[in-house]
């Protein structure tokens, strides 16, 4: 999902290992450093993973078995609403970058990979988010949005720059830089 290098091994079946022939670890018992199990892979062949860095208990409660070392990186676009704008936008102490959208407009859904693609490509640096003007016109005429789609960045709770339209990758990665480089 968001973080290509984590992933959380939480529970194997002891019914797997009937099924498929291979060893399961047993849920009811930690992982250990010594311990190997199989995680299914294309085209029929396994792959053993073993000695994971440490557990620790994840957000549900249970305890992971794979610790990520980037969990405070958000590399997707978040949902913005009125309810979260004050967190998420107004008190980041990152450069934020904001989508004004709708679920109708054919250059909305154009630019979307591109406003992705830099979630990723300054995640850490930068909080890249979405608002659907639809679900949220208030936030959308506190800020003159007339048509869209339209990015906003916002750095220090305060508006910096607007872009109408659905500009290519490089013009977006322009007004990033420049609000990154006076940071």
Known sequence: ??????????????????TTGTWALPA?????????????????????????????????????????????????????????????????????????WAPWCGPCRMIAPVIKELARDYAGKVVCCQVNTDDCPDIASR??????????????GEKKESVIGAVPKSTLVGVVDKYLESS
């Open 28 to 100: 009811h018992r930690p992982f250990l450093s010594r311990d190997k199990f199989h995680l299914p892979a294309a085209a029929g062949h396994r792959k053993s993973v073993s000695s994971p860095p440490s557990t620790s208990t994840g957000d549900d409660g249970r305890q992971s078995r794979v610790t990520c070392r980037a969990k405070k990186t958000v590399d997707e676009v978040l949902v913005v609403v009125d309810a979260n704008w004050e967190n998420l936008v107004a008190a980041s102490d990152k450069p934020v970058l904001v989508e004004f």
């Open 143 to 156: 800020f003159g949005i007339r048509s869209i789609p339209t990015v906003l960045v916002f750095k220090g």
């Open 1 to 18: 999902m968001a973080l290509k290098a984590c992933f959380q091994v939480s529970t194997i079946a002891s019914s797997a290992a009937a």
